[in-house]
């Protein structure tokens, strides 16, 4: 028997509750683990509220992320007692994911822990962090380095402040951009935040196709106008790396900042990343990450406090990360 937070449609919606469950109702794999963390993030929001039809078969079990033991392997690569982590490969959308005491994958979709990192510290860095450092590992093989002034929106969310934190630790004059600046703003400070600024800096459409040249690279968490007034501002040849939609998915802008300042615009997908990627951005986010200033922006919940925390997630009222105790 395992612990889950299983959800399923009825007339009025979806509807969550933790129960237990027979390991038999486990999906096919070749991969039993042991979960002990979990994260929340703005697709598990979504997920729990039923919205977007990402989930197609009820009942489920979401939770995009987890990180445990290997409980039993008919992999080669995995042995029972080794420590693993999963972002990503649609777990918890079409998969059976993390909100549970024991997940059943696929080998190919596991990483290593990386020495050093406990699973709760993976899941604090979790799908967001993961997220985090491969934009800035895009803007970096640009060539935006530390000598260029940076920015990250949507700073208060799980990505956003990951992102902030990380910038710092490799030598950024990173700027923060969120909607709450009295509430956020010595947070993110803390964290290495050099500029806290009000997301309505950057919120609205560029009123010309070309703003004053203010920014080397961006992580951008919110798209939309957001993204398209980033663009207008990026200096000659920068970058911005889109990881998030959180303020629409359209992008309201021309092809003028491409065109006639060279600007590039990553698109950041760390859900189908490929395996030999994905180990090298867990061990340079583990090299890189501060973990008191990790912890600072983590607070945790169980399973059955998720479900009350959807709302606010979807609504930008959560601060930080997330992780969530399974057991």
């Not at 060279?262 to 990450?289: F, H, K, Q």
Request: hydrophobic share 40%; glycine share 12%; with cysteine.
């Amino acid at each position: 028997m395992f612990r889950a937070l299983l959800i399923d449609q009825s007339d009025d919606g979806v509807t969550t509750a933790v129960t237990e469950l027979d390991d038999e109702r486990l999906p096919d794999g070749d991969v039993t683990v042991a979960v002990e963390w979990s994260s929340l993030n703005y697709k598990d929001g979504m997920i729990l509220k039923g919205l977007g039809r990402l989930v197609r078969e009820y009942p489920h079990v979401p939770g995009i992320d987890l990180a445990g033991t290997v409980e039993s392997s008919d992999d080669p690569r995995y042995a029972p007692g080794d420590r693993v982590v999963l972002t990503g490969w649609r777990v918890g959308e079409v998969w059976w994911g993390g909100y549970a005491t024991k997940a059943r994958v696929k080998g190919d979709w596991l990483s290593p822990l990386p020495d050093g990192l406990t699973t709760r510290q993976a899941m604090a860095i979790g799908t967001a962090g993961f997220t985090a450092m491969m934009a800035i590992d895009a803007l970096e093989q640009h060539g935006v380095g530390p000598d260029s002034p940076v920015v990250v929106t949507g700073a208060s969310g799980g990505v956003g402040s990951t992102a902030v934190g990380l910038f710092a630790r490799l030598g950024y004059e990173v700027t923060a951009s969120t909607g709450r600046v009295e509430a956020e703003g010595e947070a993110l400070q803390a964290i290495g935040a050099a500029h806290v600024i009000d997301r309505a800096e950057l919120s609205e459409p560029p009123s010309r196709p070309l703003l004053s040249e203010r920014w080397g690279g961006a992580v951008d968490a919110v798209g939309s106008a957001t993204l398209a007034h980033l663009l207008a501002e990026t200096r000659y040849g920068g970058a911005v790396a889109a990881c998030g939609l959180s303020g629409g998915n359209d992008l309201p802008t021309t092809v003028v900042p491409f065109l006639l300042r060279g600007v590039t615009l990553y698109g950041i997908d760390s859900v189908m990343c490929p395996t030999p990627r994905r180990a090298r951005t867990w061990r340079r986010v583990s090299e890189v990450i501060d973990v008191d200033h990790l912890e600072a922006m983590t607070s945790e919940v169980t399973l059955d406090e998720l479900p009350a925390l959807a709302e606010r997630i979807l609504a930008g009222q959560v601060r930080g990360r997330v992780v969530v105790r399974t057991a």
